[in-house]
């Protein structure tokens, strides 16, 4: 892996061979997961109309590769108009506003509906970002997708997270996740692109397995 420096930040460039294994085993598993879990697609899809109003897929701005931005895709977990919620959540409540200021999470959000909360604990809500992967735009590893309101707070750190493609996992969620701030979470990230390698990936494939499908870090 050769290395270049930006604006003072170290980050790895892999090979071209390892850039194409890694995007093909995107591709292989993805397209197999796709196959696997189409039932389940359509059972969440029918639970979310039937929960809340809205749209069943939720598509969100997030930053990607280069600065660039993306329509992530997620099965909708909240009710709409959430961001109204939120303000006056955290206005009435001075201990959830620290919480968020840190965590950027809440543990008892209130915009989240009742299958969103099962969702969201077993990771289901992510699974449609198979099609973001599927089209290039993410990879199956890798530092998880920031929102734009982020990016002023990774300052001289996003050159090198965004010089990878974000991922469905990554070593944040293999490390507890929401249980992390969100310097922490940054530090987890620039850990990862710096330090990357096939092997690092098949690590934390295997690891993720386990609190995907539990409710460890989950919120």
Same mark, same amino acid.
Not at 44 to 50: D, E, G, P
Not at 115 to 142: A, C, H, W, Y
Not at 184 to 212: A, H, M, N
């Given at each position: 892996?050769?290395? /270049?420096?930006? /604006?003072?930040?170290?980050?790895?460039?892999?090979?071209?061979?390892?850039?194409?294994?890694?995007?093909?085993? /995107?591709?292989?598993?993805?397209?197999?997961?796709?196959?696997?879990?189409?039932?389940?697609?359509?059972?969440?899809?029918?639970?979310?109309?039937?929960?809340?109003?809205?749209?069943?897929?939720?598509?969100?701005?997030?930053?990607?590769?280069?600065?660039?931005?993306?329509?992530?895709?997620?099965?909708?977990?909240?009710?709409?108009?959430?961001?109204?919620?939120?303000?006056?959540?955290?206005?009435?409540?001075?201990?959830?506003?620290?919480?968020?200021?840190?965590?950027?999470?809440?543990?008892?959000?209130?915009?989240?509906?009742?299958?969103?909360?099962?969702?969201?604990?077993?990771?289901? /809500?992510?699974?449609?970002?198979?099609?973001?992967?599927?089209?290039?735009?993410?990879?199956?590893?890798?530092?998880?997708?920031?929102?734009?309101?982020?990016?002023?707070?990774?300052?001289?750190?996003?050159?090198?997270?965004?010089?990878?493609?974000?991922?469905?996992?990554?070593?944040?969620?293999?490390?507890?996740?929401?249980?992390?701030?969100?310097?922490?979470?940054?530090?987890?990230?620039?850990?990862?692109?710096?330090?990357?390698?096939?092997?690092?990936?098949?690590?934390?494939?295997?690891?993720?397995?386990?609190?995907?499908?539990?409710?460890?870090?989950?919120?």
């Amino acid at each position: 892996m050769k290395l /270049d420096t930006q /604006d003072g930040c170290e980050s790895y460039t892999p090979e071209r061979w390892q850039l194409l294994v890694k995007r093909g085993f /995107d591709l292989l598993i993805s397209i197999c997961m796709f196959v696997v879990l189409f039932p389940t697609y359509l059972i969440i899809a029918i639970l979310i109309k039937l929960d809340s109003r809205g749209p069943v897929i939720y598509r969100d701005k997030r930053l990607c590769k280069s600065g660039n931005t993306f329509d992530c895709l997620k099965f909708r977990t909240m009710v709409l108009g959430n961001e109204a919620i939120l303000k006056a959540y955290l206005k009435d409540n001075p201990i959830a506003r620290q919480h968020w200021s840190i965590i950027r999470k809440l543990p008892n959000d209130p915009r989240v509906t009742r299958i969103g909360r099962i969702l969201r604990k077993t990771g289901f /809500d992510e699974i449609p970002q198979f099609f973001n992967i599927i089209r290039g735009e993410m990879s199956l590893i890798g530092p998880r997708p920031f929102i734009m309101k982020e990016w002023p707070d990774l300052e001289r750190h996003a050159v090198v997270i965004f010089s990878v493609r974000p991922g469905l996992i990554g070593t944040w969620l293999a490390n507890g996740r929401n249980e992390n701030t969100f310097s922490e979470r940054i530090q987890l990230e620039l850990d990862y692109v710096r330090g990357w390698s096939l092997k690092t990936d098949l690590l934390i494939f295997c690891k993720c397995i386990i609190p995907i499908f539990t409710e460890r870090g989950a919120q």
